[in-house]
């Protein structure tokens, strides 16, 4: 390729507000027939709201918030910050928390008040050995139902409330499928939150194709089973859990708005952490391949 048609390439990538790391990357995006879209922070805002906390029995509302909402206070994950803001404006002032441990996809682990206080999906307090009464097990289900992310707050061997959470799709999410569709790419969505969620918020950006419920160890596999099917993947991600996809992917697209680690492991960096800025990319590159040719 000519190294001149390439760095006009790079520099219109700039106008565009996409950070190419070097000329090469272009010629990667043009044989792309697939594009993983990880779901919180890339298709959705990824700033949560906690909806509603569902006490078990023996608990209120406040005990859970102060303790749940301590631990959570720890961690960045947005997730996290919307249970601690909301506990925060309920109880005031949080507990310190000793012994934090985040968890990797799965929720966090800390202790509030000498009593360590598990936060995260079902399957982990499960895994860790807590009892889950069928009322909690009941009120995890509605709550996915509903399309929410149901989080788990448990302690002293059991789980003691259900908190809902849920963020919403950005405004050109469904333009970006639409445009991604029509440039002859496949999208997929990928994500660490339930199958209900994701087929939820899939349906509402118009992608079909949904993988759920994978661990932060795991998405790096997807992208790997794909490529092993003959699929040129590009990944589009914002967290520490997407960067060994992202650099996996043959073309690895970081949200600016995202993590560090994330823009390291990647090829372009979308400034405006805006998905259409992804579809520009693969159009520009088109563009400059042609230019060459
Ligand atoms: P995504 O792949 O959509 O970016 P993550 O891999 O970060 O999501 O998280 C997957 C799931 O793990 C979340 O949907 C949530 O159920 C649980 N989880 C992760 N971190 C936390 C946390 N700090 N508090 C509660 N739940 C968490
Ligand atoms: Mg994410």
């Keep these: 390729a000519t190294p001149t048609a390439l760095l006009v390439g790079t520099g219109r990538g700039a106008q565009l507000g996409i950070l190419i790391k070097g000329p090469e990357v272009l010629e990667s995006t043009r044989t792309v027939d697939t594009v993983v ?22 608990v209120d509302t406040d005990e859970v918030l102060r303790r749940a909402g301590a631990v959570e206070a720890a961690s960045e994950h947005p997730i996290a910050q919307a249970v601690a803001a909301a506990a ?15 968890l990797e ?23 860790e050995g807590l009892d889950v009464a069928a009322g909690i097990e009941q009120a ?22 259900v908190l809902a959470v849920a963020d919403a799709v950005k405004p050109t999410s469904r333009q970006a499928v639409a445009a991604l569709r029509a440039l002859g790419l496949t999208p997929v969505l990928l994500t660490g939150d339930n199958t209900t969620v994701a087929r939820a918020v899939a349906a509402e950006v118009g992608i079909t194709e949904v993988v759920a419920e994978v661990l932060p160890a795991g998405k790096v596999d997807v992208v790997k089973r794909l490529q092993a099917e003959g699929k040129v993947v590009a990944m589009v991600g914002d ?15 970081a949200m600016g708005t995202g993590t560090d680690v994330a823009i390291e492991a990647s090829d372009l960096t979308l400034v405006r952490g805006d998905l259409m800025a992804a579809v ?5 590159s088109r563009r400059t391949l042609r230019i060459i040719k």
């Design 105 to 127: 996809g799965l929720g966090v682990r800390g202790t509030v008040d000498g009593t360590e206080v598990l936060v995260g999906r079902l399957r982990l307090l499960q895994r």
């Design 88 to 102: 925060t404006d309920r109880v005031g002032v949080l507990p310190p928390v000793t012994a934090f441990a985040n």
């Design 239 to 253: 967290g520490v859990n997407d960067a060994a996809a992202l650099a996996q992917a043959d073309l690895g697209l």
């Design 37 to 58: 879209l990880d779901k919180t922070g890339t298709v959705t805002t990824g700033r949560m709201t906690l909806l509603e906390v569902v006490p078990g029995e023996g």
């Design 280 to 284: 520009d990319a693969i159009r520009l």
């Design 140 to 161: 995890a289900a509605d709550a996915e139902a509903a399309g929410r992310t149901a989080i788990v707050a448990g302690w002293d061997g059991r789980a003691r409330a």
